[in-house]
């Protein structure tokens, strides 16, 4: 999810659910150790729990990752053994890491022993075309070893060669029952399944199996998915809050940006799917997205928005999904 959920993001989806723990895009070491750390690190207090995932495979550099993590009040620190990009693999980490549990064990270590966060993982099944369960198995049981209890596994193998990142999400094929297999072989260690969960049904079955479900590009794309969150799956009170609310709260927050010299539309393009399936939310995007009103403020482009919906709604049948 690297450019997409960045702090502006984070911010929108905490309005949505205040129990579900969110996760930075992916931060290279290279990029705290050498670029703007405030930039990269810097977060609302409103996103908690929020764990930052980290990509390096250097233990040394890890660990320094690890305690600018604590310094700055993470919830946890996530090591990306699953990202295929070649950038990442020029890198030598990301997916490619799969290759080395020795290695990520060593990196687990480091983590652990220069912070009191807890180090969790993100991989893949498998990379390549190589498609044994013996081997995200023993990848698994090699890493544990060195103090890393949670996992949380894409359910795809990671291609290296010859795809694209985007590709790699589509093209090889979702095997959950992977996922599932390694719960039962390790029934003390904590598993999220990641990968093509699109649906609170299907959270839901899958939690009936594993411990969590981390969802990514379908939440981001149907936010509003997310508002039952907190009362369907961590058993809190519902959130009293309509689209129209979170619409006014982000317009708030964008303000608030805009008068630290940012431009709003850093903001506004991570609220594009809050209206999906209301009749009207095309026209609705159609006004966020105006380049010609990026000049104006916040609250006058909303008003202007809110009108377009409901020109849209009186014009459209509710059964549209807009």
């Known amino acids: 999810m690297m450019e997409w959920t960045d702090r502006h993001c984070r911010y929108f989806h905490r309005l949505l659910t205040r129990q579900a723990r969110l996760y930075t895009e992916m931060v290279t070491t290279g990029a705290l150790r050498h670029g703007d750390v405030e930039r990269h690190l810097d977060f609302d207090d409103s996103e908690h729990p929020l764990a930052l995932q980290l990509g390096g495979s250097e ?23 699953g990202c295929p990009s070649e950038r990442v693999q020029r890198g030598a980490f990301g997916a490619c890491l799969m290759a080395e549990p020795e290695v990520v064990g060593d990196c687990v270590a480091a983590m652990r022993d220069a912070a009191v ?98 969802v990514g590009r379908a939440a981001y794309h149907h936010p509003w998915s997310m508002i039952d969150w907190d009362q369907r799956f961590f058993h809190e ?35 594009i799917g809050l209206r999906h399936g209301e009749p009207g939310a095309r026209r609705w995007r159609q006004v966020w997205s105006d380049p ?31």
């Open 237 to 271: 009170a519902p959130l009293s809050f309509d689209r129209d609310d979170i619409e006014a709260a982000m317009v708030d927050y964008m303000e608030q940006v805009a008068a630290t010299g940012e431009p709003w539309s850093h903001v506004s393009r991570h609220i």
């Open 117 to 214: 966060l807890p180090v969790t993982v993100k991989h893949r099944i498998g990379i390549d075309r190589h498609e044994s369960y013996d081997f995200v198995r023993d990848f698994v049981g090699k890493v544990a070893e060195r103090g890393c209890t949670v996992f949380i596994v894409h359910a795809r193998n990671a291609w290296l060669k010859g795809i694209s990142p985007k590709e790699n999400r589509e093209l090889p094929p979702l095997r959950h029952e992977m996922v599932e297999r390694l719960k039962a072989d390790f029934p003390v260690l904590t598993f999220v399944l990641n990968g093509g969960v699109t649906t609170n049904d299907a959270i839901d079955a899958h939690l009936r199996v594993v411990d969590g479900v981390m």
């Open 59 to 81: 233990p040394h550099d890890l660990a320094y990752c690890a305690r600018l993590a604590e310094r700055w009040g993470y919830d946890e620190i996530n090591l990306n053994c």
């Open 292 to 322: 010609a009103l990026k000049g104006r403020r916040p609250r006058e482009v909303s008003r202007l928005a809110r009108t377009a919906l409901r020109q849209g709604h009186e014009r459209e049948p509710a059964s549209i999904d807009a």
